[in-house]
């Protein structure tokens, strides 16, 4: 069956520098949430989308802004990175903002230098 | 905040043992409570879930139990396997989110 795909597994970038995460939801999934998870922590949520429209924000810093387009594929963008940015970013998806189904992907593991 | 939370955060067990993993949580206004298995470097894998108006719930080899009144959630592991090894989460989903508890790591000794 199909997951949901995560781009790229692996980041690394130096303080101060850009980037951006991509999320690809299950086929028919219209909800995207993303996750970020610090090493020994437990999943933080950050923000979801719903219908590509935002439906719900956590403790997602201004630093941080993310999306979802016509195709249902999200984007994290994360800006002015700090050596604490660095820990794994989850994405998952769930049709129609319920919890049956609710999916995760293998995350992308972002390290700051 | 509201927040879930574990008792145990580590649990070391024999195979062949049942393990349980207990957690609580303080949002009485929740209404889905799932568990989480996590592997080294992977996503957080479903286990079982269970819905508010029930107290227990079966799946294979594993066992939920939710008591409303003192606010507490446990995953129970029949013949717990070396592949059970990992780190469970319980999360408690409300609105549109899951908000977890810290995870407790399970150590499963052949």
């Known amino acids: 069956a199909a997951g949901v795909i995560q781009s790229p597994r692996h980041l690394i970038k130096e303080k101060r520098e850009t980037a951006t995460l991509k999320c690809y939801p299950i086929p028919r999934h219209d909800t995207v949430y993303w996750y970020q998870q610090g090493p020994g922590q437990d999943p933080q949520f950050l923000i979801s989308?719903?219908?590509?429209?935002?439906?719900d924000k956590g403790s997602i810093p201004d630093r941080f802004s993310a999306q979802q387009f016509s195709d249902y594929h999200s984007e994290l963008n994360m800006s002015s990175l700090e050596l604490g940015d660095s820990a794994l970013y989850f994405c998952?998806?769930?049709?129609?903002?319920?919890?049956?189904?609710?999916?995760f992907g293998s995350g992308t593991r972002l390290t700051v230098v | 905040g509201e927040s879930v939370g574990l008792h145990l955060p580590t649990l070391s067990v024999q195979e062949g043992d049942n393990s349980i993993i207990n957690c609580a949580y303080s949002n009485s206004a929740s209404d889905y409570f799932i568990w989480y298995k996590q592997e080294s470097g992977k996503g957080p894998q479903f286990i079982i879930d269970i819905r508010s108006n029930m107290d227990k719930r079966q799946g294979q080899r594993v066992t939920v139990l939710l008591n409303k009144t003192v606010k507490h959630l446990s995953l129970q592991i029949a013949a717990t396997q070396p592949g059970d090894s990992a780190v469970y989460f319980c999360a408690d989903f409300s609105g549109s989110r899951l908000t977890f508890g810290e995870g407790t790591q399970l150590t499963v000794n052949p």
């Open positions: 989308f719903y219908e590509k429209m935002q439906s």
């Open positions: 998952a998806s769930s049709p129609s903002q319920g919890a049956r189904g609710y999916t």
